[in-house]
């Protein structure tokens, strides 16, 4: 495969078949470096129920076939790495696990640590490689006070992807670069027009990319045989009254509004109760909490979690930072108080923590805290 040059540094660029990646790599190859773009391959799209016809998210056939004309068109090389062994364990599995257990699982963030800089960052190691880069729109530096990589908000705060990145160790970190940090999206577009880019008019993905149909239901149905007779027809629970029944309880989702039925007014997921398979439902008010309890804390941006850290909290991608304090449990959990009231705290999702711009890491949602 590719032999680095003793006269360039050379850098990894996960190609989605998306313009940001493609960009990504054309600007790489711009200023110098020796350029390898690389598409993983992490499941196939007759075995998580896709349509091939509409094949079009990150990892598909039409993926790599567009990762392969950006890579050619840019002059560079390009493979396409099989990962769908560790793909289907680390995250297609804890997807699956994560909705049985009444949670709701965000794969992007276990694929960046498992896949991204977990699979591909040793095999841009193996290949020789400097540096990982990916089209994420975040900032990564060395901090010369904290002796730490720390990763940044992008400069284009409406397309900050930093949230998704707080699980990241310090020596993934140090072999990161991104390039579009600095970047909005149509500038972005402007740069792959520029360098005469088919996908410079590419849409965006948002769906998750194994749930390309971004049906759960089915996704889950057919993943887990039998599913749906086991936990059909579960109570639908309000103040301890039986009030209507549900799907199955996996299907339900904390500020779920849909399938719940009428009840004089709009009524939301509350709480989703795997073993008795209940979901508990209320008005838009019972989704307001002040607390969780967080497991699996990664600090990427310090080196210790001090007692009532006052940080900027976000619980979910789109959740705008809101003050909070941080207060360890002394069993590796955490309790996290916001000044202001949360709306729909969801088990599974991440709580990340800011100081100002700088991302200072994160956790796993366990539950809503008195």
Same mark, same amino acid.
């Given at each position: 495969?590719h032999?680095?040059?003793?006269?360039?540094?050379?850098?990894?660029?996960a190609?989605?078949?998306?313009?940001?990646?493609?960009?990504?790599?054309?600007?790489?190859?711009?200023?110098?470096y020796?350029?390898?773009g690389?598409?993983?391959?992490t499941?196939?799209?007759?075995?998580?129920?896709g349509?091939?016809?509409?094949?079009?998210?990150c990892?598909?056939?039409?993926?790599?076939?567009?990762?392969?004309?950006?890579?050619?068109?840019?002059?560079?090389?390009?493979?396409?790495?099989?990962?769908?062994?560790?793909?289907?364990?680390e995250?297609?599995?804890?997807?699956?696990e994560?909705?049985?257990?009444?949670?709701?699982?965000?794969?992007?963030?276990?694929?960046?640590?498992?896949?991204?800089?977990?699979?591909?960052?040793r095999?841009?190691?193996a290949?020789?490689?400097?540096?990982?880069?990916?089209g994420?729109?975040?900032r990564?530096?060395?901090?010369?006070?904290?002796?730490?990589?720390?990763?940044?908000k992008?400069?284009?705060?409406?397309?900050?992807?930093?949230?998704a990145?707080?699980?990241?160790?310090?020596?993934?970190?140090?072999? $990161?670069?991104?390039?579009?940090? &600095?970047? %909005?999206?149509?500038?972005?577009r402007? @740069? !792959? *027009?520029?360098?005469? #880019?088919?996908?410079a008019?590419?849409?965006?993905?948002?769906?998750i990319?194994?749930?390309?149909?971004?049906?759960y239901?089915?996704?889950?149905?057919?993943?887990?045989?039998g599913?749906g007779?086991?936990?059909?027809?579960?109570?639908?629970?309000?103040?301890?009254?039986?009030?209507?029944?549900?799907?199955?309880y996996?299907?339900?989702?904390?500020?779920?509004?849909?399938?719940?039925g009428?009840?004089?007014?709009?009524?939301?997921?509350?709480?989703?109760?795997?073993?008795t398979? $209940?979901?508990?439902?209320?008005? &838009?008010? %019972?989704?307001?909490?002040?607390?969780? @309890? !967080? *497991?699996?804390?990664? #600090?990427?941006?310090?080196?210790e979690?001090?007692?009532g850290?006052?940080v900027?909290?976000?619980?979910?991608?789109?959740d705008?930072?809101?003050?909070?304090?941080?207060?360890?449990?002394?069993?590796?959990?955490?309790?996290?108080?916001?000044?202001?009231?949360?709306?729909?705290i969801?088990?599974?999702?991440?709580?990340?923590?800011?100081?100002?711009?700088?991302?200072?890491?994160?956790?796993?949602?366990?539950?809503?805290?008195?």
């Open positions: 495969m032999m680095k040059s003793d006269n360039h540094r050379t850098v990894v660029v190609m989605s078949g998306g313009v940001d990646s493609s960009v990504t790599a054309a600007l790489l190859k711009e200023e110098g020796d350029v390898i690389i598409t993983m391959k499941y196939e799209f007759d075995e998580v129920g349509n091939v016809a509409n094949e079009t998210s990892c598909g056939l039409g993926a790599m076939n567009d990762a392969r004309a950006a890579a050619a068109r840019i002059g560079v090389p390009h493979y396409v790495v099989d990962f769908r062994e560790t793909f289907a364990k995250v297609i599995d804890n997807f699956v994560e909705y049985l257990r009444g949670r709701t699982p965000n794969p992007c963030i276990i694929c960046n640590r498992t896949i991204k800089w977990g699979e591909l960052l095999k841009a190691e290949l020789g490689a400097d540096f990982l880069a990916t994420h729109y975040a990564v530096r060395f901090d010369e006070t904290r002796k730490r990589y720390v990763v940044s992008a400069v284009h705060q409406a397309k900050d992807q930093s949230y990145l707080w699980a990241l160790s310090q020596a993934a970190l140090s072999r $990161t670069m991104f390039p579009l940090g &600095e970047l %909005d999206k149509q500038k972005v402007e @740069l !792959a *027009r520029k360098y005469g #880019l088919r996908n008019e590419k849409d965006e993905s948002f769906e990319c194994f749930v390309a149909d971004n049906d239901e089915r996704f889950l149905k057919e993943r887990v045989p599913l007779a086991r936990v059909a027809e579960g109570a639908i629970v309000r103040n301890g009254t039986v009030v209507g029944k549900h799907a199955g996996p299907f339900y989702t904390i500020g779920q509004r849909r399938g719940l009428a009840h004089g007014r709009p009524m939301y997921v509350t709480s989703v109760d795997q073993t398979n $209940t979901v508990h439902i209320g008005p &838009e008010e %019972d989704l307001l909490r002040t607390g969780l @309890l !967080a *497991r699996g804390v990664n #600090l990427i941006g310090r080196g979690l001090v007692e850290m006052e900027q909290a976000k619980i979910r991608y789109k705008e930072p809101t003050p909070a304090t941080v207060y360890p449990n002394g069993d590796g959990s955490i309790r996290v108080v916001f000044g202001e009231p949360k709306r729909a969801t088990p599974g999702q991440s709580v990340v923590f800011y100081d100002g711009e700088d991302l200072i890491g994160g956790a796993v949602i366990d539950g809503v805290s008195a």
